[in-house]
């Protein structure tokens, strides 16, 4: 029988740094969300990710796939202001000249190290953040649910927001409130679908600058429960992994010259079921972005 495995993903993955390749940085921990009172687990995501990953068999243009891992746990529960820093330092060093990255938390939280590493390297960077939530949460300390609020107090008025598929019961005022420096805009979910909220942000997406780092960040709760449970809060009204698929294949079609980031956070392996159709969703979402 032939051995399948050496035509997978993982017989290309750390195989050869010279080579042009996609790299994937995971952060696997969850200090993040355990200090915004959400559900231990979601360290054990990329582990779980990239066991799916991996068996995908291999049909795309990469000769070579970097993992690294950028966060430490420990590190986090010890400082994890400082430790944000030390993994933003570990990132930047990382992710130069290349241009398509995957980041996998952890937490939503891991957003802020990587984008404070992006704006070394970009001077303008748009985000387009599909999620429940808008994770802006003014609060005294970081957290899973304050990471571009965070970015907010580090970054100029080259960087825009946009907060896809949010719930307006899911944020509060203050959650909501404008940002000191970040542009912002917000397409709400309320009853529209998937193309109804392609369609909205599509009209937002024309004339990107070929300078611009564009940086699509999903966190896994604003999927609808039936495609995604294991999270903290599964989503009874979400979008779906369609969404996804259409927004990052109009970016790498329309905008080839730009450096592109996907960004999965928050899935919890520990509330999946047998099946693993948690971690098969967002692995083969990593696997659309890099056949682009």
């Known amino acids: 029988m032939k051995n399948r495995s050496k035509e997978s993903i993982k017989a290309i993955i750390n ?25 231990n687990g979601t360290r054990f995501a990329p582990t779980s990710i990239m066991a799916c990953f991996q068996k995908l068999q291999n049909q795309l243009q990469w000769k070579n796939i970097n993992v690294k891992e950028v966060s430490s746990q420990g590190l986090e529960q010890e400082d994890f202001e400082g430790a944000q820093i030390e993994e933003a330092n570990a990132i930047t ?16 939280d891991h957003a802020y190290p990587f984008l404070r590493a992006v704006k070394k390297h970009y001077s ?37 927001l946009i907060q896809v598929g949010v719930h307006l019961y899911a944020n509060s005022f203050s959650t909501m409130s404008p940002l000191k420096n970040i542009y912002q805009m917000f397409i709400t979910k309320e009853d529209k679908n998937d193309q109804a909220l392609f369609s909205e942000l599509s009209q937002h997406l024309t004339e990107i600058d070929k300078d611009t780092f564009i940086f699509v960040s999903l966190d896994a709760d604003g999927l609808a429960a039936s495609e995604m449970e294991a999270v903290s809060a599964p989503n009874h009204n979400g979008f779906t992994q369609t969404l996804i698929r259409q927004t990052n294949k109009f970016l790498t079609t329309n905008y080839p010259e730009n450096s592109i980031a996907f960004g999965a956070y928050e899935y919890n392996p520990i509330f999946e079921n047998l099946s693993q159709k948690g971690a098969r969703l967002i692995s083969s979402l990593m696997y659309d972005f890099l056949e682009g």
């Open 124 to 160: 303008k960077i748009l985000i387009l953040n599909f999620d429940a939530h808008c994770d802006t949460r003014i609060d005294d300390r970081h957290h899973s649910g304050t990471p571009f609020r965070n970015f907010d107090e580090i970054t100029d008025q080259n960087t825009r």
């Open 93 to 108: 060093d990382r992710i130069k000249n290349h241009s398509r990255i995957i980041h996998i938390g952890g937490g939503h």
């Open 15 to 39: 195989q050869n740094s010279d080579l042009e390749s996609a790299i994937i940085l995971t952060s696997s921990s969850d200090i993040g969300v355990r200090r915004n009172f959400g559900r």
